[in-house]
């Protein structure tokens, strides 16, 4: 569940945001504030997982919060505003979103999206350098799934095996087939440093969930996996998983 929490003086613009966050199932409200620093407080306590904030709200402004924020706990932030000027600084403040009043549910959606990415992703230790000066991309350790009306934190370490499907990935996963928009080179380079291998073009496998490997015989190997399910392994991938 994602945990927000929505930081606007006008009444009305803080109950709109709360009725359209309902209609979004992984998303629970736990509390909002009329000032910069009530809001402080609260978010200290409730250590929210995204900040709807206004730019200006009185006692401390949403770019002072901001700052604040960042000295200790640093929830995501997705801008609620009538001003246009303060985009590119919030941007710069690396704002997930920059929603202008009036919100309009889709682009809410959107956002609310944007930020379900971003948890998805595992933060560098505390040793690495900032993303901006990785030569790479951070270890894909959770995946965002659709499921009907609602959307799913998907942990990799669940996934049994991938399977390309054009400019989409179906992941299996429990018993069941969730489909991505990412191409299977994209995923296998995000999954880099996992328990995973590429063992066909178009097949990624989980090898912990690895329990036998057979020869077929035009030269060609089957894996087997704990769930009973037995996929190719071509010549041209083998060393992914067998010694020379």
Known sequence: MITAFIVDDEKLAREGIRLMLKKEVDVEVVGEAADGLSAMRAIGKLT?????LDVKVPGLDGFEILSRCQRGHTPLVIFTTAYDRYAVKAFDAHAVDYLLKPIRAQRLREAVQRARVELA???PAAHEPPPSTLSKSPSLRRLVVRDRDRYLLLKAAEVDWIQSAANY???HAHGRCYLVRMTM???ETQ?????FARI???TIVNIDRLTEIRPSPHGDFQVVLDTGTTLRLSRAYRDHLLPR
């Open 191 to 195: 999954l880099e440093g996992l328990s």
């Open 48 to 52: 929210p997982d995204v900040l709807f």
């Open 185 to 187: 080179n994209e995923i």
């Open 121 to 123: 992703k595992e933060p």
């Open 200 to 202: 066909h073009r178009s």
């Open 169 to 171: 990935v179906q992941l």
